[in-house]
């Protein structure tokens, strides 16, 4: 006979004498004993099944915490390589910003002398232009030019020379 048998078979003799006693009649000694023995029948029963529902939980429990666990240090792994990988990239930024303003420094220091060696010698000349119309002469423009050409050579190896950034 099969468990789910005998339970359904001790379950209603159980009913039947939960019935007689509903009824006021009362049990015989050996119907006593029976109702005592399917009592502690269910009971054992029932503490069996709660120690196995306990054990089960506790084991789903271990295997839930283990999950965790391992997702955790996934994350954890995975925060670590993201913040490793935006620490690099915050760098190599830097680095190109550095680079960039140490390059427009430059350029901006080369258009400056090329600006000094080229303006110079022109506004020589239009200053010699200006003195050979007003004293009918034809010598003031060679020597703005020349004196102009002169003066943008100095200024541009004094820009040269000079400290470059904030002087301290």
Known sequence: MSDDAQFDSADARLHALEQKVNRGEDLSEEEQDELERIVAKFQDEATGSIGD????????????????????????????TAKARESVKVVSK????????????????????????????????GIGWVLDNRYQ?????GLGTVSGAVLGIILAFWMMNRPSGPQR
């Open 53 to 80: 529902i306990n054990r089960r939980a506790s084991e789903k429990a271990d295997d839930l915490h283990s999950e965790y666990d391992k997702k955790l240090s996934e994350l954890e792994a995975k925060a670590r």
């Open 137 to 141: 002469a034809n010598m003031f423009k």
């Open 94 to 125: 830097d680095q190109m910003m550095k680079s960039d303003a140490e390059a427009a420094r430059g350029l901006g220091v080369g258009l400056s002398i090329a600006y000094t060696i080229l303006g110079t010698p022109l506004l020589g000349l």
